[in-house]
């Protein structure tokens, strides 16, 4: 039996009311903006994975494919030197059904880059997809982007909540054969649940997704990353990711013990991330699910049971979690949580280098990391990416 089956259901407040407000707090909920996952470089640390680069007659593509734990981001960069590769932004109309989607002026700007075929891309054809871009490949994950929609809609009765801008929403560069697609939800007890999926054909599968409580109940983010690399190179990492440090005994123990239990039943996902670019003691849970495999059989036979139970688990856990009075106090852990996860994510550079520097300052701070606080101007300017 599907251990989520049991979640009950949220009703959907009136689209005049704003949604639910916190009893707690002053501030009604506001409707979420969103955030970025895990990833790994040269199969060694699941934060940062680069791919090598790939000379062409007389172009030099530099691909690289980064995906940031904490919040779902997936970048592949194509620079080429001889020619700009073409890309596609497709803006996908749905409006908020709560409140209108207010961004600053300055951050609307289009993208310094190449637009091919924008004004036939009206309809931006969000997941679930039936196939891959590249017709040899599998969407390896999709299964999973499907499981966790039927969730959300048909259990939890989750509202879904347009982007901060709708080019945010599905993007393609076709010269490169890849697209991504995010969506993004809310329920009662959630105030933003993030998903992404990255098709990039054999080169690159992506599915990554951050659950965020709602802000007057303390409990952990849900952070959810499954990534291929060329068809070998398989990395999946499913962590309730607490929010304070892990000193905080009581607290983080109470908590892991939660998944001690799922995580001893997949001996193949009990492997250990590396600190190399990010500190263990931070955000990250003894009881995470992180495991490499070099096939594709663990997806279907391992990952995606083990996915299923530890969703069905942090939902049982944030059903048992009692509403606090410190709202304040929460809304500053997951700020804090959104800082962390933005200064340590280099995908930054590489959304400059692909989508333009006005882009990638709304895509990091409005929508990966919407707590972070947006560094100035010419302090954010000489991102890049470090090898």
């Known amino acids: 039996a599907d251990p989520t089956s049991t979640n009950r259901a949220s009703s959907s407040p009136s689209p005049a009311s704003?949604?639910?407000?916190?009893?707690?707090?002053?501030?009604?909920?506001?409707?979420?903006?969103?955030?970025?996952?895990?990833?790994?470089?040269?199969?060694?640390?699941?934060?940062?994975?680069?791919?090598?680069?790939?000379?062409?007659?007389?172009?030099?593509?530099?691909?690289?494919?980064?995906?940031?734990?904490?919040?779902?981001?997936?970048?592949?960069?194509?620079?080429?030197?001889?020619?700009?590769?073409?890309?596609?932004v497709a803006p996908v109309s749905r409006s908020h059904r709560h409140h209108p989607v207010s961004v600053p002026a300055s951050r609307r700007r289009a993208p310094s880059v190449?637009?091919?075929?924008?004004?036939?891309?009206?309809?931006?054809?969000?997941?679930?997809?039936?196939?891959?871009?590249?017709?040899?490949?599998?969407?390896?994950?999709?299964?999973?982007w499907k499981h966790q929609q039927?969730?959300?809609?048909?259990?939890?009765?989750?509202?879904?909540?347009?982007?901060?801008?709708?080019?945010?929403e599905y993007a393609a560069n076709e010269r490169m054969g890849a697209r991504i697609a995010s969506a993004c939800y809310e329920t009662d007890d959630f105030r933003k649940i993030r998903m992404t999926y990255f098709d990039a054909g054999k080169k690159v599968q992506v599915f990554n997704s951050l659950w965020y409580p709602r802000e007057e109940l303390d409990a952990p983010v849900l952070g959810i990353d499954l990534l291929c690399f060329g068809e070998k190179k398989v990395l999946a990492v499913i962590d309730c990711q607490p929010l304070l440090p892990k000193g905080d005994r009581e607290f983080r123990e109470n908590t892991d013990k939660n998944f001690a239990r799922?995580?001893?039943?997949?001996?193949?996902?009990?492997?250990?991330?590396?600190?190399?670019?990010?500190d263990e003691n931070t955000f990250f849970s003894d009881a995470m699910l992180f495991g490499r495999f070099d096939t594709h059989g663990p997806i279907e036979d391992e990952v995606l049971p083990a996915f299923s139970e530890y969703m069905g688990a942090y939902l049982a856990m944030i059903r048992g979690t009692k509403p606090t009075d410190d709202c304040e106090r929460v809304v500053g852990?997951?700020?804090?949580?959104?800082?962390?996860?933005?200064?340590?994510?280099?995908?930054?550079?590489?959304?400059?280098?692909?989508?333009?520097?006005?882009?990638?300052?709304?895509?990091?701070?409005?929508?990966?990391f919407d707590l972070s606080e947006k560094p100035a101007r010419d302090e954010a300017a000489g991102g890049g990416v470090a090898a």
């Open 262 to 278: 799922i995580r001893a039943n997949y001996p193949s996902l009990c492997g250990k991330m590396s600190n190399r670019y990010y």
């Open 333 to 368: 852990q997951q700020r804090a949580y959104d800082q962390y996860s933005a200064e340590h994510d280099p995908a930054h550079g590489l959304f400059v280098t692909y989508f333009g520097e006005s882009w990638a300052d709304e895509y990091v701070h409005d929508f990966l």
């Open 150 to 168: 039927s969730v959300l809609e048909n259990e939890l009765g989750a509202r879904r909540v347009a982007l901060p801008a709708k080019e945010l």
């Open 18 to 88: 704003g949604g639910p407000g916190c009893r707690h707090c002053s501030n009604r909920r506001r409707p979420p903006r969103q955030s970025s996952l895990v990833s790994e470089e040269s199969g060694d640390d699941p934060r940062l994975w680069v791919a090598e680069g790939v000379s062409s007659s007389s172009s030099t593509f530099l691909r690289t494919m980064v995906v940031s734990y904490a919040s779902a981001v997936v970048v592949v960069a194509a620079v080429a030197s001889s020619t700009c590769a073409a890309f596609v």
């Open 114 to 144: 190449r637009l091919a075929g924008a004004e036939s891309t009206a309809e931006s054809p969000l997941p679930p997809w039936d196939e891959s871009l590249d017709p040899s490949a599998s969407l390896l994950y999709m299964q999973f």
